[in-house]
C-alpha cells in the first residue's frame, strides 16, 4: 500500500529565490488584468453613454447593480480556488484557461446590438457586462491568490508584488495612451466597430500575458493536511489582526488614491489653467493638457521607480516601517497642495514626484502583507484560505474605490462646483482641499491601522520557520505534482 505521507525521494527542495523570468511571468499577468481594469476605470461609462446609447443614469444604475454582484462573486470564487485541486496547482488553471472567456465577453460587453430597441440593448448590456465581470475575477482572483503559493519567502514575495506593480503601470499606460488611437484608427469614424475590434486586440494581447503567467509560475505550497475535513469559517479572517489591519488600511488607502486621482483634472482645468514654466533659465508655455498630461506621466515614472526600490527600503527599514512611513509622507506632502499658488509649477511638479514616488512602496506592500497574513492565519489557525482571504481583500479595494468617488462627488456638489464655468473662490478651495485636506485624513486613518499591524520582518522569519517545521512534518513543503508547459 503506498504511503501517502512520505515525500518523494526524487522531489527538491523549494527554492528560496525565485528566478527573474519567473518574477517577470507573474508581473505581466497584472499587465493582461489592467488591460481590463483600466479600461473599466476610465472608458466603461463614456462606452455605454457615447457609443452604446445609454443614459448615463440608465448605466451608472447598472455599474452600482453590477459592483454589488461583483463583491458577491469575489469571495464565492476565492473559496471555490481554495478547494481546486489539479495537476497544475490550485491558482493557475484558473488564470490562464477563463482568459479565453474572458476575451470573447470583453469583445461581446463592447458591441453594439443595433438590431435591439432600447429595452433589448439595457438587457444586453447587464448580461454581457456582468459576464465579462465574472470571467474577469475568475482570473483575476486566483492570480492574486497565485503570489502567496509560489514561494514561502516574506521578502520574495515583496519583489514578485514589485513586478507585479510594474505589470500593473504597463497596463495602465496601454489603455491610457493607446485605446482611443486603436478606436480612431480600427474603426475608421465607426466607434462601434472600433470599441468592438480595440477589445479584440486587448483580448488577445490578454490571453497571451496570461499564457506566459501560467507556463512561468510554480505553485510550491500546499495547504495543511488534516485528518478530517476542515470548513473554512470568516471568522478566521475577522480573528486575524493582520489581515483585518491591512484589509481596513486598503479601505482608507483606495479613498486617498480616487479622491486625489480625480481631482487631478478639476485641479489644472479650474486652478492651474495655462501657466507659464520658468526652467533652468528658459520659459515654456505649455498648454493645460501637456500640464496635465506631464503631471500624470512624471508621477508614473516615479512610481515605478518607488516600485522598483520597495524590496531594498522593506529590508533596510522594514516592511511595515516602510509602509507607514511612505503613506505618513504622502499625506503631509499633498496638504502643501491647497497653499501651493498655481504659477509655482515647478514646487507643484516637485511635491507630486515625491508623493508619486513613496506611492510605488505603499502599493507594493499591500498586497506582500496581505500574502504574509495568509501565513499568519494558517500558523495561527492551522488552516490556509488564500484565496477567501484574497478575494475578501479585493473586496476593500471595491469599498474604497466606491467610497473614495462618492467623497469626490459629494464634496463638489458641498462647495458649490458647476461644470464648465470659471468657479466661485468657494468651489475653488473644494477642488484644492480634495487635491489636499480631504485625502490626507484618509491617509491618516490609514496610518493608525498600520500602526496596529502585528507583523513586522523579525516576526515574519519566525512564523516562516515555524510553518516551515510543520509543513515538513506534515509532508506539505514540497512542489505540487504538476508539470511546466
Known amino acids: 500500500m503506498e504511503n501517502s505521507t512520505a515525500a518523494p525521494a526524487n522531489k527538491e527542495p ?4 525565485l528566478k527573474f523570468w519567473e518574477k517577470v511571468g507573474y508581473g505581466v499577468g497584472d499587465t493582461a488584468s489592467n488591460l481590463y481594469f483600466q479600461t473599466f476605470l476610465y472608458f466603461t461609462m463614456v462606452f455605454y453613454t457615447d457609443v452604446f446609447g445609454l443614459s448615463a443614469a440608465v448605466v451608472g444604475t447598472m455599474l452600482f447593480v ?75 482572483v486566483p492570480y492574486s491568490s497565485l503570489m502567496a503559493v509560489i514561494t514561502p519567502n516574506s521578502m520574495e514575495r515583496v519583489e514578485l508584488s514589485s513586478f507585479r506593480f510594474v505589470g500593473t503601470f504597463v497596463g495602465g499606460l496601454i489603455i491610457q495612451f493607446g485605446t ?27 490571453v497571451g500575458l496570461l ?27 475577522f480573528t486575524n489582526v493582520a489581515w483585518v489591519m491591512i484589509a481596513a488600511a486598503t479601505v482608507f488607502q483606495l479613498i486617498f488614491i480616487v479622491v486625489r486621482s480625480s481631482a487631478i483634472a478639476y485641479y489644472f482645468r479650474y486652478y492651474i489653467g495655462e501657466q507659464p514654466v520658468h526652467l533652468l533659465g528658459m520659459t515654456f508655455e505649455p498648454t493645460m493638457t501637456t500640464l496635465n498630461s506631464l503631471f500624470l506621466g512624471l508621477g508614473s515614472a ?30 503631509v506632502l499633498s496638504l502643501l497642495f491647497f497653499y501651493l499658488p498655481p504659477e509655482s509649477i515647478v514646487p507643484i511638479f516637485l511635491t507630486n514626484l515625491v508623493v508619486s514616488f513613496v506611492w510605488g512602496p505603499v ?22 484560505a488564500t484565496g477567501l482571504l484574497m478575494a475578501i481583500s479585493l473586496f476593500a479595494i471595491k469599498l474604497g474605490l466606491a467610497i473614495g468617488g462618492g467623497v469626490t462627488g459629494w464634496a463638489l456638489s458641498y462647495y458649490g462646483f458647476e461644470a464648465n464655468v470659471e468657479q466661485t473662490a468657494e468651489a475653488t478651495q473644494g477642488i484644492l482641499t480634495l487635491m489636499s485636506f480631504i485625502p490626507a485624513f484618509f491617509g491618516v486613518l490609514c496610518v493608525a491601522c498600520m500602526v496596529v499591524y502585528p507583523l513586522n520582518n523579525k516576526t515574519m522569519n519566525d512564523i516562516e520557520e515555524k510553518l516551515k517545521e510543520r509543513r515538513a512534518a506534515e509532508g506539505t513543503d514540497r512542489p505540487n505534482q504538476d508539470t511546466l508547459l
Open 14 to 17: 523549494t527554492p528560496v529565490k
Open 66 to 140: 453590477s459592483r454589488l454582484f461583483d463583491a458577491i462573486t469575489d469571495p464565492i470564487i476565492g473559496a471555490l480556488a481554495d478547494r481546486a485541486n489539479t495537476r497544475w496547482g490550485k491558482f493557475r488553471p484558473f488564470v490562464f484557461f477563463f482568459a479565453v472567456p474572458m476575451a470573447v465577453m470583453g469583445v461581446l460587453a463592447f458591441t453594439t446590438p443595433d438590431m435591439f430597441d432600447d429595452t433589448g440593448k439595457l438587457v444586453y448590456a447587464y448580461i454581457t457586462y456582468n459576464g465579462l465581470m465574472v470571467f474577469y475575477t475568475l482570473v483575476n
Open 180 to 206: 482611443l488611437y486603436l478606436v480612431a484608427g480600427l474603426g475608421q469614424g465607426n466607434d462601434e466597430l472600433g470599441w468592438q475590434l480595440t477589445m479584440g486586440v486587448f483580448g488577445l494581447l490578454a
Open 211 to 237: 499564457f506566459i503567467t501560467f507556463v512561468s509560475s510554480k505553485e510550491r505550497i500546499a495547504p495543511p493536511q488534516h485528518r478530517e475535513k476542515t470548513t473554512l469559517h470568516l471568522k478566521d479572517l
Open 302 to 331: 516615479a512610481t515605478i521607480l518607488g516600485v522598483l526600490l520597495t524590496k531594498k527600503m522593506a529590508r533596510v527599514f522594514d516592511k511595515k516601517l516602510t509602509y507607514v512611513g511612505c503613506m505618513a509622507i504622502s499625506s
Open 363 to 384: 502599493s507594493v506592500l499591500q498586497w506582500a502583507m496581505y500574502t504574509d497574513a495568509a501565513d499568519y492565519g494558517e500558523w495561527k489557525n492551522h488552516r490556509r
